[in-house]
């Protein structure tokens, strides 16, 4: 049996998620409300897979250590499977805000969407349930924890989420596009994202003679200016590389030469080849400056998760689904990407994927960015979420398109 008219299809995704609207907001307000860290998702855990299954899902719990996932069959007339894919920790943050459903739980906040990322999963989730007879194929709905430390995704993918998967869809909130307007972007969404670590050996002496000594915090400020000043003279401003030491640790009293001292950082690039280049660069700028004034160095530089690289017809498939959900006016194309990161790209190894931004600024009000206290969303924007997700997932099985990799 062949699908109705597109746009009839359409509407009544959006009619449906439409209806559902009072008992989303209910359901955000829940996971605003009780916050859980990367890896602890218990609660929430439990919390989606009940809705899940209310819905008649296949669930199945404990993957990726906290996370859930939910098997929508279709009527089989497909046999692709689509993902869609939400996370669900919150971030070791005091929420500073005066709302009815703030957190409960001291220093804990979802100061980064994802209780509305989880609320969308369980939205698209009910509004397809209704339609299962007339959904071609299977949906998989992936519930992931610990996202905030880039270890979800990895740990969802051993566990099997991905088997078998043709496409993931994920989205992400973006408080700086307006609330019920999607923001779209082909190719480079998000940076790749490192962790950089370098420890400097030198030789202790009296603070008097440094010349006696091999001092270990000048030559890592000679190692951290460097480093900054090569990013402009020896890569390609149009492949942009972030590099930022965000501790230091050295010394042991004012008089005294220290002999070690540790920095840690981030690394951010969009580009895969310079993203392969940066150990090796990062690694001789040390090595020259640790060999010129007599020092030693160890350097551990650990790949955290990719760049997300939206797919081109995915991308395609979620813009003309806004398009012909709310009209042009719906949709913000964006001109650059975040260099952010995202562990979203962990699943673009195993399939071809598309992940959206979906606006929840107020329109009359601050709007505070993601990770602050103040964080807060225009709650209209969770409707138009849940219909952008399930759109995608219903149009994908219409377009017939199945990628290879």
Not at 266 to 281: I, K
Not at 336 to 342: I, Q
């Amino acid at each position: 049996m062949a699908l109705p008219d597109t746009a009839t299809d359409l509407q009544r995704l959006r009619h449906l998620a439409h209806n559902l609207a009072p008992r989303l907001i209910e359901i955000r307000r829940h996971f605003h409300a009780h916050p859980e860290l990367s890896g602890k998702e218990y609660q929430t855990s439990a919390y989606v897979a009940g809705v899940l299954s209310s819905c008649g899902l296949q669930v199945r719990e404990g993957i990726g250590k906290t996370g859930v996932i939910g098997e929508l069959l279709g009527n089989g007339r497909d046999d692709r499977q689509v993902a869609i894919r939400t996370d669900m920790d919150a971030l070791p943050i005091r929420e500073d805000l005066s709302i009815g459903f703030a957190s409960k739980t001291p220093g804990v906040m979802h100061a980064c969407g994802h209780d509305v990322h989880a609320t969308i999963g369980l939205g698209a989730a009910m509004v397809l349930s209704q339609l299962a007879a007339e959904l071609p194929g299977t949906v998989r709905f992936l519930f992931q924890p610990a996202e905030e430390i880039a270890q979800g995704a990895k740990w969802m993918v051993e566990d099997g989420a991905m088997d078998n998967i043709d496409a993931v869809f994920g989205v992400h909130v973006f408080p700086s596009i307006l609330a019920e307007v999607v923001g779209i972007r082909y190719g480079a969404l998000t940076a790749a994202a490192d962790d950089l670590e370098i420890i400097i050996r030198g030789e202790s002496g009296h603070g008097a003679r440094p010349y006696e000594a091999i001092d270990a915090i000048w030559i890592a400020s000679q190692v951290i200016v460097n480093l900054q000043q090569a990013i402009g003279r020896t890569h390609n401003p149009l492949r942009p590389v972030v590099l930022s030491i965000g501790t230091i640790e050295g010394g042991r009293a004012p008089n005294v030469i220290a002999d070690t001292v540790r920095l840690r950082g981030t690394v951010r690039s969009l580009h895969p080849e310079t993203h392969a280049e940066l150990p090796g660069w990062i690694e001789s700028i040390v090595a020259g400056i640790c060999n010129t004034y007599g020092a030693r160095y160890e350097l551990h530089y650990n790949t955290l998760v990719p760049s997300v690289q939206n797919d081109r017809v995915l991308t395609g498939i979620v813009e003309s689904a806004v398009r012909d959900l709310w009209g042009e006016a719906a949709i913000e194309l964006l001109p650059e990407p975040s260099l952010g990161a995202e562990d979203f790209a962990v699943y673009l190894d195993r399939a071809p994927g598309m992940m959206f931004r979906l606006g929840v600024g107020h329109r009359d009000k601050p709007n505070y960015p993601l990770h602050h206290p103040r964080f807060e969303i225009d709650e209209a924007a969770i409707v138009t979420g849940v219909t952008t997700m399930a759109a995608a997932a219903w149009r994908y099985f219409e377009c017939g398109h199945r990628s290879q990799r």
